[in-house]
Structure formats: C-alpha cells, structure tokens
C-alpha cells in the first residue's frame, strides 16, 4: 500500500468511525478506538476495536502487553480460519532478517510469562506448519516448558488471557529466529516475585535472550526487584507498554533492553516498508531509576524509556494462533508483540555473551531503521511521545536493519 492511499483510507475511516477513546483506557479492556493510521493490504475495510488480553495492572501485579483486534466494542477476539496478520515472511523482510534468520541454531530465547498455557506446545506445532517452519517441539529439544522453579511439572493454573501472551510470544521467537530453542517460564502468578523468579530460573537455564512482555506502574520500592533483571551475558527485553505516554516496569529497569512499538505496513520505497510510532508504545522519563551511561537525551534526569521497537499496533498486528485464549487464528499487537521480536533479533545477532545488550545499539545507532513520524501523546518536550530523527521515547533509536545493531 502505498503512502497516497493509507492517507486516503485513513480519512476516510476517520470520518466513519468518529473520535477514539483515550489510549490509556486500553489497559481496562473492552476500550475501543478509531482506526486511524495506516493498515497492512489484506485487512477489511472496517475498523476493528481491541482489548487488552489480560486486564489492568497494578503495583505489584503486572498485566501482560498483549491487544488482540476484537469482533465487537467488547467482545470476544475476531479469529478466522487461516490467519490475518503478519507471518515470518513478512517481520524477517520488513526488518531485513531473512538471511540471519537461516542460522542461530544455538540460541535459547526465553519467554517468562505468569499462569499456565496448556496448549502453548500444539499451538506453536500449527503455528510453524502454518508457514512451513521445521517442527519445534519437547520431543526434538527445541521447545521445553518449565515453571517458576524450572521443573517440568507442577505447572501453574491456566489463565485463558495469559495463554493468548504465551502464544504469542513464542510464535513471534519463532517467526523472526526459527532455528532458535524457545524455553518458555511460567510463572505461579503475576506477582513481582513470581516473575522476578522465573527471570531467574531462565538465566541458570542458559537462556541467551529473555522476552518479558508485561509490566506495571512504576511506583516507589520497585528497584527492590532490580536484582532479578541484573543477568550481564543475556539480553533481557521488556515491553514499554500500550498506554501511550507513561514508564511502567521493568522497562524502566537499566538492565533491560526497554522495547516500543510501531506501526508497519509495506510501501513503495526502497526498503519496502514504513513505520510511524505507535499511539499505544508507552515512553517517558522514569521517577525510580538512574540513567544509565549511554543514554545521552538531555531533559531526563533518570532513565528513559524506549530503547527500540518493532510492531506493535493491532491495526497492522501479527497473525498468532491460540485454542486456548481465543480459539483459533487471530490478529494481535501491543509491545507484547514487540518485545519478542526484538529478543529474537538478540539471539540472530549472536553475541548477547560478549556485550553490553543494553548498550549496544546506542553504540550502532547507524544500523536501525530510524522512525521520525507519529505520536502516543502531546508533550514538552515532543521527543517524548513524537517520533523524530535520532533518538524518541516511543521508538528509541528505531526498528531492526539487519542484526548490526544488536
């Protein structure tokens, strides 16, 4: 699609659809909003409304990231028979992954989520025979399924909204490194502890990138769970958020790699693809915690959030199948989306062992897709919630080109 027409489908659907509701009611779920930016070619001419897949979270209990396009204002997801949404194809060729993608048989990607999914095995099996991917599974060692303390058995309860997170985020390990091993962590419970755990367990599993697609408000006495995010040698993501302006945790921590999101569709230029900032990517200056060194904007006196991004907004989400959540092939987004991605471009890249992850791309700036348009708010100063050139709170330092920067 080129960038002509999105404008006139944006317009048009603007004029249908009204004003939206304010970005950050999305985490109450149920919330609608107008479909106003652009959208990948294959989507229906009418907008869709989403929902957050896990509800509200609090200190102390974070929610995960995940927003699936829904049928109705508050309905159950829209799922479909074959999927809707971008496939491994599409993220491996919008971030210029392809041929990175063939190798990385040695890398372990983490996914520490809370509760239970009990189908996430089979549903991954559909997943990659989907888009023609080798099988990934416990019996061949590519996939293995662990709890908080890192035994097979007992699991935790199910939680039909975290199984959707689960497939989510190993189908999206999956579709960007699918020579990786995908360890998945369940935590007992979105407790902080619990969490903060199974962060633990997968760095003594050997993990070499591990996924968090949840977070909370930063409230004071979060850094007391700093400890459990300090692994050097691992690339550890996190997801910003999907409220627009606002830092949650542990995005805000210093030793996570902090991951917005982004809206992507195919264009006529020479990449091949555009992106503008996402109007859910959280961002902003952190009240708990020091900048760290190679962070150089000047108006934060603490740490800023984002780092990078990737795809994130359901409008122009990825394809995901989940029979336990929702029941069948749906279309997601939110950085949960997002923060997956980036932790498999991680364990392309090789060598989280041997640098600084976090700090690595702002060494490598050069290496990503810059994203200068789009917003999540209306703030001073605008680098904050407004994609610019160089560096901008919901897109960082840009999306991946290639694996150089990581």
Partial sequence: MNRRRSSRHARRRGALLGAAVCAAALLAGG?????????????????????????????????????????????????????????PADLQAAYRLASAAKGSTGQTIAIVDAFDDPNAEADLAVYRRQYGLPPCTEANGCFHKVNQRGAATPLPSPDSGWALEESLDVQMASAVC???????????????????????????????????????????????????????????????????????????????????????????????WQETAWWGAGSGCSTQFAKPAWQTDKVCTHRTVADVAAVADPYTGVAVYDTYGVGGWVTVGGTSASSPIIAAVYALAGNAATVNAAAY??????????????????????????????????????????????
């Fill in 31 to 87: 919330s609608t909003r107008a479909d106003t930016g652009p959208r990948p070619a294959d989507a229906t001419a009418a907008a869709p409304s989403v929902r957050n897949a896990c509800g509200t979270p609090s200190p102390g209990r974070p929610s995960c990231m995940a927003v699936v396009r829904t049928s109705g204002t508050a309905g159950p997801a829209l799922t479909a028979t074959s999927p809707v949404g971008y496939g």
């Fill in 178 to 272: 699918p020579n990786c091993h995908i360890l998945l962590v369940e935590a007992d419970d979105n407790q902080d502890e619990s969490l903060g755990a199974s962060v633990d367990t997968a760095a003594a599993l050997h993990a070499n990138a591990i996924s968090n697609s949840y977070g909370e408000p930063e409230y004071v006495g979060v850094a007391h769970m700093e400890g459990h995010f300090d692994h050097p040698g691992i690339a550890i993501t996190a997801s910003s958020g999907d409220s627009g302006l606002g830092v949650g945790y542990p995005a805000a921590s210093e030793h996570v790699i902090a991951v917005g999101g982004t809206t992507l569709w195919p264009a006529d230029n020479a990449r091949g």
């Fill in 361 to 406: 791309p702002y060494a490598h700036r050069t290496r990503l897709f810059d994203v200068t348009s789009g917003t999540n708010a209306s703030c001073y100063p605008a680098y904050l919630c407004t994609a610019g050139r160089g560096y901008d709170g919901p897109t960082g330092l840009g999306t991946p080109n290639g694996t150089d920067a990581f």
